[in-house]
């Protein structure tokens, strides 16, 4: 990179576009952090949204509380064809891996990745993971941050707070793509369809990864979490914008909803005020429906659909 490099605005600088699939930042022999003449753009797979040519509202209708929208129909098996498509064509990485790290032997990497697509949308479990492979659960642990460096994998944070002390501080591990992941497990639709706890955690994932990937066009920036505490109380994201708004996103693999479903949204509206701006229940049904106090049901493709 030449003097200059992609500063803009200074006679004579260049600029210049360099591509990758890993996360240049964290490449050992970068010594110099660039700060100052460097951008990062994390370039995900396609949304929903961009696949559609839609430009949705749903993270602003979040931060509003607007969900006032006309009856949809239901996706019902479209749905599932959208989870096993995901949003990119499968990669190779095993290039930029050794390029990032001394390890010699890979091939415990695919097989990696083909279990933790198994646990996608769970708590973070190393020992679970490294369970099937004759390696320590350190060497895995740092096999799982290769994959992240590689975007294969994401690790979802817990929300955390000083006030409360029965709050889990495991993150979420969520693989980078359901359409990756159903090749990994060799699922289709019609297997999706038989093994509805697969479907619940990659339908998570797929909601998880579009809202992500939404995230990266907003003007403000959005910092993702996950809630649960030790009674088992969850809600699957937990969403911040600045430090005084907060919204909370479940998913539910189901053509109803009930008041039952909203248990985790009013724990996290409760712990958190006035922050608490909404909280919303995704699921493959047709209708947007209000249940008091900032909470919605609302269907899965309002995610990407513009009303």
Not at 6 to 22: D, K, N
Not at 73 to 92: E, K, N, T
Not at 161 to 184: E, F, I, N, Q, Y
Not at 243 to 248: C, E, M, N, P
Request: charged share 20%; net charge neutral; aromatic share 8%.
């Amino acid at each position: 990179m030449g003097p200059g490099g992609l500063r803009g605005g200074v006679p004579g600088a260049h600029r210049f576009i360099l591509t990758g699939s890993a996360n240049v930042l964290l490449l050992p022999r970068l010594s110099d952090s660039l700060a100052g003449r460097m951008d990062v753009l994390r370039l995900h797979p396609l949304a929903q949204a961009e696949i559609e040519r839609k430009e949705p509202r749903f993270l602003e209708r979040l931060f509003t509380g607007e969900f006032q929208a006309p009856p949809k129909q239901r996706l019902a098996s479209g749905l599932l064809d959208r989870v096993v498509a995901g949003g990119y064509p499968a990669a190779l990485v095993q290039r930029d891996v050794r390029d990032m790290s001394r390890i010699s032997s890979l091939d415990a990497l695919p097989r990696l990745l083909a279990v933790a697509a198994a646990h996608t949308a769970q708590l973070l479990n190393v020992a679970g993971l490294s369970a099937p492979f004759q390696l320590s659960r350190p060497t895995i642990n740092d096999y799982i941050t290769l994959l992240e460096r590689v975007f294969l994998l994401d690790r979802l944070p817990p929300w955390h707070s000083s006030r409360l002390s029965r709050l889990v501080k495991t993150p979420k591990l969520h693989v980078g793509d359901t359409g990756l992941a159903c090749a990994l497990l060799g699922m289709d639709a019609d297997a999706l369809r038989a093994d509805r706890s697969t479907l619940g955690h990659l339908l998570e994932t797929f909601v998880y990864q579009e809202l992500r990937r939404q995230g990266s066009w907003y003007d403000a920036p959005l910092t993702f979490f996950h809630f649960r505490d030790r009674d088992g109380v969850e809600v699957d994201m937990v969403i911040e914008r600045g430090a005084r708004q907060l919204v909370g996103v479940e998913v539910k693999a189901a053509a109803t909803v009930t008041a039952a479903d909203f248990s985790g949204l009013r724990k996290l509206q409760e712990v958190t005020g006035t922050r608490f701006c909404c909280g919303v229940v995704l699921y493959d049904g047709e209708t947007t429906a209000s249940f008091g106090d900032g909470m919605y049901a609302a269907p899965i493709r309002s995610l990407w659909e513009t009303t």
